[in-house]
C-alpha cells in the first residue's frame, strides 16, 4: 500500500482495539487509498490469520503495510 498509514490513522476516529484487530470509523470521508473513495470503517488486523464477522454485506478493498491487513469497508 502506497500511504503513510501513521498520518491515516489520525484522520480516523478509533472504536475498537482488542488483541485481534483495531477498528477506526471515517468520520471526515478520507479517500480510500485502494479505489480513491470514500470509505466507511477500517479494520486493521494485527494477528494473522484473523477472523472477521460481519453483520452486513459490505464492499472492501484490501492492502497490506507492514505485515498488517488493512481492510477498508464501503457500505
Given at each position: 500500500m502506497d500511504i503513510d498509514t501513521d498520518e491515516l490513522l489520525t484522520s480516523l476516529t478509533?472504536?475498537?482495539d482488542n488483541a485481534a484487530i483495531k477498528s477506526y470509523q471515517n468520520t471526515v470521508a478520507v479517500a480510500c487509498p485502494a479505489c480513491d473513495?470514500?470509505?466507511?470503517?477500517?479494520v486493521v488486523c494485527k494477528?494473522?490469520?484473523?477472523?472477521?464477522?460481519?453483520?452486513?454485506?459490505?464492499?472492501?478493498?484490501?492492502?497490506?503495510?507492514?505485515?498488517?491487513a488493512y481492510i477498508f469497508t464501503h457500505g
Amino acid at each position: 500500500m502506497d500511504i503513510d498509514t501513521d498520518e491515516l490513522l489520525t484522520s480516523l476516529t478509533k472504536r475498537e482495539d482488542n488483541a485481534a484487530i483495531k477498528s477506526y470509523q471515517n468520520t471526515v470521508a478520507v479517500a480510500c487509498p485502494a479505489c480513491d473513495e470514500p470509505f466507511d470503517d477500517l479494520v486493521v488486523c494485527k494477528q494473522n490469520p484473523t477472523s472477521l464477522d460481519l453483520s452486513k454485506r459490505l464492499d472492501l478493498c484490501v492492502g497490506v503495510d507492514d505485515g498488517q491487513a488493512y481492510i477498508f469497508t464501503h457500505g
